[in-house]
């Protein structure tokens, strides 16, 4: 059985050398392979990485991703290069021990699930992290048809069937969990240890979580066009009932003074609404274009692995 480790990495110069040594030292018992996907860093991310890959030549392969694309585009890198049975996906920060690798290795070989996800007694994210992945976990039960019980984590460990399916998505905008969800529902759930991050912080910006839930709505649901839809039929409604009770309380008292104060508050409320209308359908035509012009998901510069036999 061999198991591939992505792990995404950006400004970790400091943590991934030690990860990448844990790994190689507590899975010796494993036919393995750790897969660093450099996106981009601006800090000696690139140099340590070469240095491991150096190092271990027989388990490492390192890619240098030619822009910063985010975290599931570099994820999707790393798919792409994985060869194992298994793909374990985790984070470079240390926040989810070595330790629980093993946990999840050993969990969805004994119960062949597709894919299994990690959640948390107590995450130990930032304020700011908590109160989007709590977000994402509420509409993602909606848009995703996502189990309410199951917890979108980042730390995961999908099978090799599973693997090539996500492969077959080349669009420039995938989201793991999304694609996931849509292929199988075989899945299982452990719980493990969640540990503050041992350097630096968070790089999940307001606008990165922004374009996370963009690429949720976007990509994998209609849904947000059929409540554009309904938010236009039901305004409409209010908007001719008003108009009716206008004019009715001007047969009944014809002293009734002209309403441009509600008048100008009913058109800017329907204007607002149709160019969120108008928005949503815009970003689907987009996305669609950007499409088209075969966008890429990412662009490797540079690649550490040894020649295929």
């Known amino acids: 059985m061999k198991i ?14 030690e990860l990448v040594n844990k790994l190689v030292a507590e899975l010796q018992n494993f036919n393995l392979e750790i897969i660093l996907v450099n996106d981009s860093s ?18 490492v392969k390192y890619y240098l991703l030619a822009k910063n694309v985010g975290e599931h585009n570099a994820v999707m890198a790393a798919l792409n290069h994985a060869t194992g049975d298994y793909v374990l996906i985790m984070d470079d920060d240390f926040q989810n021990p ?39 976990d509420k509409v993602a039960n909606y848009m995703l048809a996502k189990p309410k019980d199951l917890y979108l984590s980042s730390f995961k460990i999908i099978n090799k069937f599973l693997v090539e399916s996500i492969k077959l ?18 899945i299982g759930k452990i719980k493990v240890s969640h540990q503050k991050r041992k350097e630096g912080k968070s790089q ?12 949720m709505f976007t990509n994998f649901s209609i849904l947000p ?17 008003l108009g009716l009770a206008g004019v009715i309380m ?9 309403g441009y104060s509600s008048l100008f508050a009913a058109v800017s409320i329907f204007a607002g609404i149709q160019l969120i209308a108008i928005g949503m359908v ?25 020649p295929q036999e």
């Open 4 to 17: 591939s480790i992505a792990i995404p990495v950006y400004n970790s110069e400091n943590t991934i050398a």
């Open 42 to 59: 601006k800090d000696n991310s690139h140099n340590v990485c070469v240095q491991l890959f150096n190092r271990y030549q027989n388990i």
């Open 98 to 136: 070595v330790s629980e690798v093993i946990k999840l290795i050993e969990y969805i070989s004994a119960n062949n699930y597709d894919v299994v996800y990690t959640f948390y007694e107590k995450k130990e994210h930032s304020f700011l992290r908590n109160l989007g992945s709590r977000f994402n």
């Open 169 to 186: 998505y080349n669009l420039p905008y995938p989201y793991i969990d999304g694609l996931i969800l849509r292929t199988t529902a075989n």
């Open 204 to 215: 999940y910006t307001i606008s990165k979580l922004l374009s996370l839930w963009m690429n």
């Open 225 to 241: 066009l059929r409540l554009a839809m309904f938010l236009g039929f039901i305004f409409s409604i209010i908007g001719f009932l």
């Open 250 to 258: 001007k047969f009944l008292d014809s002293t009734v003074p002209p």
């Open 282 to 306: 815009g970003e689907y035509i987009g996305r669609i274009f950007l499409s088209i012009n075969k966008t890429p998901q990412f662009t490797i510069r540079q690649k550490y692995e040894l």
